[in-house]
T-cell receptor, first 112, second 113 residues
C-alpha cells in the first residue's frame, strides 16, 4: 500500500517568489492536512481539506493557501515568499474522523 | 500559544534501559493524545495513542500514561533500542473529527549501544 507522497522533496526559491507543493494521500483517505515544521516552532497546523473543502485552518497569513482535488490529491501554495517560510512542509492523510495521521516525508523549502 | 509542551532537553539513554518522555498540555478540550517518532529526512510516524477515558495504553515496548488532572502525559520505552534514536513528538486533539493536531516541539532521544 503506497504511503503519502509529497513532491518536490527539496526546492530553493528566492524572496518574493511563489511555490506550489503537491501531496498524494493514501488511497481511500479523503482527509488531507498540511503542517509546517521549523526548528523554533515545531509542527504547526496549516489547514485540512476533506472532499475538496477546507475544513479547518491554522493561524497562518493569507499567503498560505491550499486546495484539494476530486481524487483527494492536494496542493498548497505560498505566495510572496519570505525568508521565514523556509521550513519542512508535511502533508498527512487519514480517514475522516480518525485522529491518527499518516505523514509524507515532506517538502523542504529553502527561501534565499 | 503553545498548547502542547515538551521540554527542549534531549535524552541520552543506554541500550536496554528505560526512556521516559514527558508532555504537558493546557487545553482542557483535548481528549485524544498521540506520540509520533521522526527520523531525519522522513515524516513523523505514528507510535501510540491514548484516549482521555483511559490512563494507560501499552503496545509492546511502548506505554503511554495520561494524568488528566495534571494535564500531563508520558511515554515510556522499555527496553530502549538503538533504532529508537529519533525525535519524539507529543500531539493532542479535541475529537471532533477535524484531524487538527497540536504538536509539541519534540524531544531528541539518543540510545547508546
Amino acid at each position: 500500500k503506497a504511503g503519502v507522497t509529497q513532491t518536490p522533496r527539496y526546492l530553493i526559491k528566492t524572496r518574493g517568489q511563489q511555490v506550489t507543493l503537491s501531496c498524494s494521500p493514501i488511497s481511500g483517505h479523503r482527509s488531507v492536512s498540511w503542517y509546517q515544521q521549523t526548528p523554533g516552532q515545531g509542527l504547526q497546523f496549516l489547514f485540512e481539506y476533506f472532499s475538496e473543502t477546507q475544513r479547518n485552518k491554522g493561524n497562518f497569513p493569507g499567503r498560505f493557501s491550499g486546495r484539494q482535488f476530486s481524487n483527494s490529491r492536494s496542493e498548497m501554495n505560498v505566495s510572496t515568499l519570505e525568508l521565514g517560510d523556509s521550513a519542512l512542509y508535511l502533508c498527512a492523510s487519514t480517514f475522516s474522523g480518525a485522529n491518527v495521521l499518516t505523514f509524507g516525508a515532506g517538502s523542504r523549502l529553502t527561501v534565499l | 500559544d503553545q498548547q502542547v509542551k515538551q521540554n527542549s532537553a534531549s535524552l541520552s539513554v543506554q541500550e536496554g534501559r528505560i526512556s521516559i518522555l514527558n508532555c504537558d498540555y493546557t487545553n482542557s478540550m483535548f481528549d485524544y493524545f498521540l506520540w509520533y517518532k521522526k527520523y531525519p529526512a522522513e515524516g513523523p510516524t505514528f507510535l501510540i495513542s491514548i484516549s482521555s477515558i483511559k490512563d494507560k495504553n501499552e503496545d509492546g515496548r511502548f506505554t503511554v500514561f495520561l494524568n488528566k488532572s495534571a494535564k500531563h502525559l508520558s511515554l515510556h520505552i522499555v527496553p530502549s533500542q538503538p533504532g529508537d534514536s529519533a525525535v519524539y513528538f507529543c500531539a493532542a486533539s479535541a475529537t471532533t473529527g477535524n484531524n487538527r493536531l497540536a504538536f509539541g516541539k519534540g524531544n531528541q532521544v539518543v540510545v547508546i549501544p
